[in-house]
């Protein structure tokens, strides 16, 4: 079984759409987030959730909105898409709290979205 | 959380030792040593972390220096499936559950 999924791999899709990534994680974490990484590879926090309570919010426009309906999941909808907004897109989750110092991040395969 | 520096990127032959520098001159006493690798197409993946002493798992060695200022990350025998970039990250030891914050890297090719 796959420790944390996203769907879908890839997206395609015109500027100005809405649209949405999934995120599950089956490894009972307290904690997940989503994280870009734009063309140049640099790999950035959007979002923090810890049971399902936000507790990181990154600078990032009004049109991304994360959403938690529980702890396994942390959906990340996008409204208005924009050409800059082509990146891939990582969920991660991690034991948060609990994990104390040795708090170990686990990564999804990612999502590639394009916008045309 | 601190910063580190790492080089851009290295060159290792296959089944030979690799030794990844990381500096974190600016490192806190309860800042913790942690190393991910991002393999081509995919998320990144933990390798190992750290506090004060030297760090063995399956996957890599972690050398600390006495000072703290610095660390190397050593793949013992690397494999062509160990071409990846490889981050080096401080985590405050009181920062649970909060994000880490990802340089550029080092890109380790490994030639066959």
């Known amino acids: 079984d796959t420790a944390v999924s996203q769907t879908p791999k890839y997206l395609v899709t015109q500027m100005g759409n809405d649209k949405s990534i999934k995120c599950e994680q089956n490894?009972?974490?307290?904690?997940m987030y989503w994280y870009k990484q734009d063309s140049k590879k640099f790999l950035k926090i959007m979002f923090s959730?810890?049971?399902?309570?936000?507790?990181i919010n990154e600078t990032v426009p009004n049109r991304f909105s994360p959403k938690s309906p529980d702890k396994a999941h942390l959906n990340l909808h996008i409204n208005s898409l924009e050409l800059g907004d082509s990146a891939v897109y990582f969920c991660?989750?991690?034991?948060?709290?609990?994990?104390?110092?040795?708090?170990?991040?686990?990564f999804g395969p990612g999502t590639r979205l394009t916008v045309l | 959380d601190a910063k580190t520096t790492q080089p851009n990127s290295m060159e290792s032959n296959e089944e030979e030792p690799v030794h990844l520098p990381c500096n974190h001159s600016?490192?806190?006493?309860?800042?913790?040593i942690h190393w991910y690798r991002q393999l081509p197409s995919q998320g990144p993946e933990y390798v190992i972390h750290g506090l004060t002493s030297n760090v063995n798992n399956r996957m890599a060695s972690l050398a600390i220096a006495e000072d703290r200022k610095s660390s190397t990350l050593i793949l013992h025998r690397a494999t062509l499936r160990d071409a990846a970039v490889y981050y080096c990250i401080l985590r405050d030891a009181g920062n649970y559950g909060q994000n880490f914050v990802f340089g550029p890297g080092t890109r380790l090719s490994v030639l066959p």
């Open positions: 600016t490192i806190s006493g309860t800042d913790y």
């Open positions: 490894l009972g974490h307290d904690t």
């Open positions: 991660a989750s991690s034991r948060g709290t609990s994990g104390g110092n040795t708090d170990t991040q686990y």
């Open positions: 959730y810890n049971n399902k309570e936000l507790i």
